[in-house]
């Protein structure tokens, strides 16, 4: 068993709460299906994550809840939210709900359920959000080791109920459009200048050669305020359109001699070690 104050990602409890998901019970739900969103809807449930002994503070461990569903014409598309301007860390930007793991919680989904729970109001009802797989970690800039845990939302009656102390805003993005470089809705004549699809790299750690590369996409909202895509948010939907939808981006995915997750997770716990020890002299 390990220490209460690490976890291991993946979560080694995904057997006892990820039953067999009824795929032609939900998807009978849905009034209007594509079958290539029937496709990724299948391949998102028999995803398996890899195994990767990582250790890592617990109290540094978060989860994030991607929330699927159908739109009216039988797309996937994901719900985004708009953090609030009043929020001390990632004021105003666009992100997936969620937050850090609490101690009450037994693995990463009851983390995701539950924050999405209290920033959008959505249901924990796993009959009506039924589970389709939960992915391998992402390191945020801020060192924190996010878990996307990816559901499909099949009532239609669900409504949100913000938060409005940490949610402005909450609205949706199609899913295959993250592997994209063109626009999937009509841009706003103040943002033609501005591409749909950008990307930044940046360096490993503050003197390293090697870069990230992080990923940029509009939201088509940007005349409103809403912040475009980016960061650990834009590299996860990254992630779960490539598995849904079994494609690599149209885009380059990574920096020249980018680092691995593995290997900048390490770096990372490397330095929360280093930063602890250093705190007790």
Same mark, same amino acid.
């Given at each position: 068993?390990?220490?209460?104050?690490?976890?291991? #990602?993946?979560?080694?409890?995904?057997g006892?709460?990820r039953?067999?998901?009824?795929?032609?019970?939900h998807?009978s739900?849905?009034?209007? &299906?594509?079958? *290539?969103?029937?496709?990724?809807?299948?391949a &998102?449930? @028999?995803?398996?994550?890899?195994?990767? @002994?990582i250790?890592?503070?617990?109290?540094?461990c978060?989860?994030?809840?991607?929330? &699927?569903?159908v739109?009216?014409?039988? !797309?996937?598309?994901?719900?985004?939210?708009?953090?609030?301007?009043? +929020?001390?860390?990632?004021?105003? !930007?666009?992100?997936l709900?969620?937050?850090?793991? %609490?101690?009450?919680?037994r @693995?990463? *989904?009851?983390?995701a359920?539950?924050?999405?729970f209290? *920033?959008?109001?959505?249901?924990?009802?796993?009959?009506?959000?039924?589970?389709?797989?939960?992915?391998?970690?992402?390191l945020?800039? $801020?060192?924190? +080791?996010?878990?996307?845990?990816?559901?499909?939302?099949? %009532? $239609?009656?669900?409504?949100?109920?913000?938060?409005?102390?940490?949610?402005?805003?909450l609205f949706?993005h199609p899913?295959?459009s993250?592997?994209?470089?063109e626009s999937p #809705?009509?841009? %706003?004549q103040?943002?033609?200048?501005?591409?749909?699809?950008?990307?930044?790299?940046?360096p490993?750690?503050?003197?390293?050669?090697r870069?990230?590369?992080?990923?940029? #996409?509009?939201?088509?909202?940007?005349?409103?305020?809403?912040?475009?895509?980016?960061?650990?948010?834009?590299?996860?939907?990254?992630?779960?359109?490539?598995?849904?939808?079994? +494609?690599?981006?149209?885009?380059?995915?990574k920096?020249?001699?980018?680092p691995?997750?593995?290997?900048r997770?390490?770096?990372?716990? @490397?330095?929360?070690?280093?930063?602890?020890?250093?705190a007790?002299?």
């Open positions: 068993m390990s220490s209460p104050h690490y976890v291991y #990602f993946p979560i080694d409890l995904l006892f709460h039953p067999r998901l009824q795929l032609r019970k998807v739900q849905i009034p209007v &299906l594509k079958q *290539e969103s029937r496709r990724c809807i299948r &998102l449930a @028999n995803y398996t994550p890899r195994r990767k @002994n250790k890592y503070p617990r109290e540094r978060a989860a994030v809840l991607v929330a &699927l569903f739109g009216r014409k039988g !797309d996937l598309y994901v719900l985004l939210s708009k953090r609030a301007s009043t +929020l001390r860390t990632y004021a105003g !930007d666009t992100a709900p969620g937050g850090k793991v %609490d101690k009450r919680d @693995n990463a *989904e009851e983390t359920r539950r924050e999405a209290e *920033e959008i109001g959505l249901a924990t009802d796993k009959s009506k959000v039924p589970l389709l797989c939960v992915l391998e970690p992402f945020a800039g $801020n060192g924190v +080791l996010i878990t996307p845990v990816v559901v499909l939302v099949l %009532d $239609n009656m669900l409504r949100p109920v913000l938060n409005t102390p940490e949610v402005a805003q949706s899913l295959a993250f592997l994209s470089t #809705f009509p841009q %706003d103040s943002m033609v200048e501005f591409p749909y699809y950008s990307y930044e790299d940046t490993f750690h503050r003197g390293s050669p870069k990230i590369r992080l990923h940029h #996409f509009l939201t088509g909202r940007e005349a409103g305020g809403v912040k475009p895509i980016f960061g650990v948010t834009a590299a996860i939907m990254i992630r779960v359109a490539s598995i849904g939808y079994g +494609l690599e981006p149209e885009f380059l995915l920096a020249p001699s980018q691995g997750m593995r290997e997770v390490e770096y990372a716990s @490397n330095e929360n070690k280093r930063a602890q020890a250093k007790k002299l």
